[in-house]
Nanobody, 125 residues
Framework: QVQLVESGGGLVQAGVSLRLSCAAS????????MGWFRQAPGKEREFVAA??????????SLTDSVKGRFTISRDNAENTVYLQMNSLKPEDTAVYYC????????????????WGQGTQVTVSS
């Protein structure tokens, strides 16, 4: 049984940083793509970032709106994935979800089979 638990969200002012964590229990995350998605009120859940390990090493993917500000990383020994969010903007306000996929660096929600309960990030201007 896989469980993903997000933490680290909160209410912050624009321009500051937050680090989200996603602790996984069950199978090790090292064999899977791990992703972060977010859902703002009234909007669909959207892809934010993903990380996986290939023959060439660790590979990440970020949606354009967060490139240069967000970083995804993983600690396989701790079975945890992180999302470092810098220079936060009000438009980053959303519930952030962690998820696991068997598909390499997929951005499609349907490719993710396990999801956490989400953590709220609110950025005030």
């Amino acid at each position: 049984q896989v469980q993903l638990v997000e933490s680290g969200g909160g209410l912050v002012q624009a321009g500051v940083s937050l680090r989200l964590s996603c602790a996984a229990s069950g199978p090790l995350i090292s064999g899977y793509t791990m992703g972060w998605f977010r859902q703002a009120p009234g909007k669909e859940r959207e892809f934010v970032a993903a990380i996986t390990i290939t023959w060439n090493g660790e590979v990440t993917s970020l949606t354009d709106s967060v490139k240069g500000r967000f970083t995804i990383s993983r600690d396989n020994a701790e079975n945890t994935v992180y999302l470092q969010m810098n220079s936060l903007k009000p438009e980053d306000t959303a519930v952030y979800y962690c998820a696991r996929s068997r598909s390499t660096l997929s951005r499609a929600r349907n490719d993710y089979d396990y999801w956490g309960q989400g953590t709220q990030v609110t950025v005030s201007s």
